[in-house]
């Protein structure tokens, strides 16, 4: 379930008191008196709008601020026309239209600015920043608010300094940074609570409950709703009455408390409709939609959540009209009504993807907790679509929820056409869309009308009329959207979409062509999907559609796997077969008649959430290893569009070493200082690259600086660094490779490099492709995709710290084989397998059968160097051998 609280705010909107004007003309005894006259007149009328502003009568304050506007414009009094600007905002605002209030406030901004009212441009900035907050603009939200709490806090405004602290918790709120917001709203109320600041004390305890609230905390948030509700009543602050009887509506829900949840949510919804307060309306029949549809009554729930999408989408509230459509997705297949509800998720879906484009200024690391509070929506839809057999589709979903997971940790990546345009609609799904919007511009304005009358007291004869035509009409549009799905024009769309689901013509010219290229490759496109209850694989073949297996796994035990196996893995005296053999049953066995008839040799993998920490050749069938059946090569979503490039024919090498094991170099992740030896290993590494291909230029450790590299770089079509890194998840500023100098460029500085002659990048070095094992591991896959961005076909990197010996084997079997003219995963391959068998070259030749034949194939001591025999080393645990993945072309 998605939770509908990610749209209920409670923060006091600063209006602008009056103060006394300071330039009023003073040419004649008549003209002074004249001007203090309009003058007192402007001040009546800004008085009375606050007055009707703080009873929301929203409507009546509005006319009293224009009308002080005017006057004050009329005069010549700067101060007082940024006030009533200021309010005029402020009402707008509560009448859920945020752009008309933005463009007052902008107006406000600019007086303030120009009389120099510090207090008028923070005020300004702070409200901007919440018109831009109900927009889902996330970004320019900080940023105002952040420039306002600056502000107030030079002038010593405790009170502003709560508003935007308050604010700004509410930002972090949405973008899922919890801990944050709390900090932000615990500052705020305890200022609040300094200054006297009832108001605002009721709104920080409303939000703070929110935050704990979303931490799962049900019954702290309780009791904070419980604090602002009894205050607001109190005050008669009706606003944060509606939002703290919300927030006890959603909590009540989550505790299984239906009719308790219906019961407040009514009566949050009859203050909200009492003061004109779309938002608070939308967000109550919202809820009821929640509630309703919990208690299985999904017809009522359908209702109100259509009813919260009309207003979410007439206001610009974009997280919210996200939400309704994903609820009404959710309720229509709890109807048994897939192909609808795909198409209302599809919809959800490109709504979210606009707020995360607006969103890519931002640190990764709040880019990538907002993720985690909208991801259900991808998921949930891909999960409906496989279930439909809709294949194809739910692959289209998963590309863009890994192209989104990898953009957000590094902001500037190569574009891909689902990030652009977010999902497409098949041609009767966008009908379908189209007949509903028109019900839904009718609902909204017969609404609008409806709303006012109702909210006059006396009324005519003729508005009595009006308003019982309303009432029918609205009975009659209620219906409409109830008979939605049985119109028989919708029907016979409805038809037509379920036969071009089953023939998946969304894309089957690009899907022809993958295939084209999938038998050049004798390759299978391999994406598992980890859900719930199950894990889903879809594999797409040279030869048919995009197929699906399901296997019935709980994502915790498959979790608990995963995290078994990768112990085994890091420990060579651990055995990993047991665990890699039950990924095998699930990852691997619902395949094999599917990888035997295509004829499998290549799987091109792109592994979902924690199945990135692993790799897929290190499964065991309980004969062998994937590695000694297949070639696997991982990619990001924008590797396919070179999937088949060709390599350059002869391997130029740039080699760097840090090899000089009595050289420190410091770094620092985050707040942690470490240091840095060289590796012993590299410096043979890269002599024996030197061996092999002689096209080799290499720099070791004091001459292997990024002075000397970088302009090189491009020059070479194999770039190989033996040496430290470390890939630090949610922060690509502090991920980093240790350069022999002491300099550490990180995947930011990777950003301004140009690498468009480069086939492959090899970093051979500690956890360059890792950096921890506490996230879904989209850091894995960032690093490939950020050295593409830059332009190279492929990256090999490793997934947890190797031995610097067997990385060295390694290694010089991977070129060796590169050399005699492999593609990259064959010789990826070949050097796994020759770890596996134990025979393998230090310095080039041609492989003797017992490890001795020509070109002076030898073992040497991982600790000394010299030869030993066969039998008396055993480099065929995994974690010698399966540790580097690569990452995007393989040939």
Same mark, same amino acid.
């Given at each position: ?388 057999? +809709?294949?194809?589709? *739910?692959?289209?979903?998963?590309? !863009?929820?890994?192209?989104?997971? &990898? =953009? %957000?940790? #590094?902001?500037? /990546? ?100 993958? +295939?084209?290229?999938? *038998?050049?490759?004798?390759?299978? !496109?391999?994406?598992?999907?980890? &859900? =719930? %209850?199950? #894990?889903?694989? /879809? ?353």
């Amino acid at each position: 379930m998605l939770n509908p609280k990610a749209l209920t705010l409670a923060v006091v909107i600063g209006v602008l008191s009056p103060t006394v004007p300071t330039n009023v003309l003073s040419e004649s005894p008549v003209l002074v008196q004249t001007q203090q006259q309009r003058q007192a007149e402007a001040d009546r009328f800004l008085q009375q709008g606050i007055q009707q502003f703080n009873i929301s009568q929203f409507r009546e304050a509005l006319q009293s601020f224009q009308q002080s506007l005017e006057i004050y414009r009329e005069i010549g009094n700067r101060q007082g026309e940024a006030k009533s600007l200021g309010n005029l905002g402020n009402a707008y605002w509560y009448l859920g239209q945020y752009q008309k209030a933005i463009e007052f406030y902008q107006q406000q901004l600019t007086i303030a600015r120009e009389i120099g009212d510090r207090y008028g441009e923070a005020a300004s900035l702070n409200n901007l920043g919440w018109a831009y907050w109900n927009l889902s603009q996330y970004q320019q939200a900080i940023e105002l608010h952040q420039q306002s709490l600056t502000i107030f806090r030079e002038i010593n405004v405790r009170k502003g300094e709560a508003d935007s602290l308050g604010n700004l918790g509410l930002v972090y709120q949405s973008l899922g940074k919890y801990h944050q917001a709390i900090e932000f709203h615990k500052q705020a109320l305890a200022i609040d609570r300094e200054t006297g600041d009832i108001y605002g004390r009721v709104a920080s305890l409303n939000n703070l409950g929110w935050a704990y609230e979303s931490l799962g905390q049900y019954q702290k948030a309780v009791e904070y709703y419980q604090q602002s509700l009894a205050i607001a009543r109190e005050i008669s602050y009706k606003q944060e009455e509606a939002h703290s009887l919300q927030n006890l509506g959603f909590v009540y829900t989550k505790l299984r408390q239906y009719q308790k949840a219906i019961e407040v949510y009514e009566q949050s919804l009859a203050i909200a409709s009492e003061i004109s307060y779309p938002r608070g309306r939308a967000i109550s029949l919202d809820g009821l939609g929640y509630a309703y549809r919990s208690l299985g009554q999904y017809q009522k729930a359908i209702e109100f959540f259509q009813q919260s999408l009309a207003i979410f989408q007439e206001i610009g509230d974009r997280d919210g009209e996200a939400l309704s459509l994903s609820n009404i997705g959710k309720a229509l297949e709890q109807q048994n009504q897939p192909e609808l509800a795909i198409t209302f998720l599809k919809q959800s879906v490109n709504v979210t993807e606009t707020i995360r484009k607006d969103i890519q200024g931002l640190s990764s690391d709040l880019q990538l907790s907002y993720i985690e509070t909208i991801e259900g929506r991808y998921r949930y839809l891909a999960d409906l679509l496989l279930k439909e057999n +809709r294949v194809l589709e *739910a692959q289209r979903v998963l590309d !863009l929820l890994k192209v989104q997971e &990898l =953009e %957000d940790y #590094l902001k500037t /990546v190569r574009g891909n056409a689902n990030t652009a345009s977010g999902l497409e609609f098949y041609q009767p799904e966008a009908e379908i869309l189209a007949r509903y919007n028109e019900l839904q511009k009718n609902a909204i304005e017969v609404g609008e009308e409806l709303t006012q009358l109702q909210q006059k007291q006396n009324l005519t004869p003729s508005e009595e009329q009006r308003l019982s035509q309303l009432y029918n009409l609205q009975e009659e549009i209620n219906a409409d959207f109830n008979n939605f799905a049985d119109r028989p024009e919708v029907r016979k769309l409805i038809e037509q979409l379920s036969f071009d689901a089953r023939e998946q013509t969304l894309s089957l010219g690009a899907l022809d062509g993958l +295939r084209d290229k999938l *038998a050049e490759l004798d390759a299978v !496109l391999f994406y598992p999907l980890i &859900l =719930e %209850d199950r #894990l889903e694989l /879809v594999i797409t073949t040279p030869n048919s559609p995009p197929l699906r297996r399901t296997v019935e796994v709980s994502r915790e035990e498959l979790y608990r796997t995963i995290v078994r196996f990768r112990l085994a893995l890091q420990d060579p005296t651990v055995d990993a077969v047991a665990p890699a053999k039950k990924l095998y049953k699930w990852l691997f066995e619902p395949l094999e008649n599917d990888l035997k008839t295509a004829e499998t040799e290549v799987i091109i993998y792109a592994p979902d959430g924690v199945l990135r920490y692993i790799p897929l050749v290190a499964l065991h069938d309980g004969q062998q290893w994937i590695a000694q059946r297949f070639r696997v090569n991982n990619i990001t979503a924008a590797s396919l569009q070179e999937i088949d490039t060709q390599p350059q024919p002869d391997p130029r090498i740039l080699a760097g070493a840090f090899a000089d094991q009595s050289l420190i170099r410091p770094a620092k992740i985050g707040e942690r200082n470490i240091e840095f030896a060289g590796l012993p290993f590299a410096g043979i590494e890269v002599d024996g690259l030197k061996e092999t291909l002689p096209n080799t230029t290499a720099y070791v450790d004091e001459a292997f600086t990024l002075e000397a590299i970088k302009p090189k770089m491009n020059g070479y079509n194999v770039l190989h660094f033996a040496t430290h890194a470390a890939f630090v998840p949610g922060d690509p500023s502090e991920s980093f490779i240790v350069f022999g100098e002491g300099e550490n460029p990180t995947l930011r500085d990777v950003e301004n490099w140009s690498l468009s002659n480069v086939d492959l990048v090899v970093l051979s070095a500690c956890e360059t492709g890792l950096g921890g094992f506490d996230n879904n591991g989209e850091q894995i896959l960032g690093l490939g995709y950020q050295f593409q961005s830059r332009g190279a076909r492929a990256v090999i990197a490793s997934l947890w710290q190797v031995n610097d010996g067997g990385t060295q084997l390694l290694m010089n079997e991977f070129y060796h084989a590169l050399q005699a003219g492999n593609s990259k995963t064959e010789a990826l391959q070949n050097a796994q397998n020759a770890l596996i068998a134990g025979y393998f070259s230090v310095f080039g030749g041609e492989r003797g059968g017992d490890g001795t034949g020509d070109g002076g194939f030898i073992q040497r001591d991982l600790a000394t160097g010299l030869p030993i025999n066969n039998a008396s080393n055993n480099f065929s645990h995994p974690y010698y051998w399966a540790s580097f993945i690569l990452i995007g072309n393989g040939l």
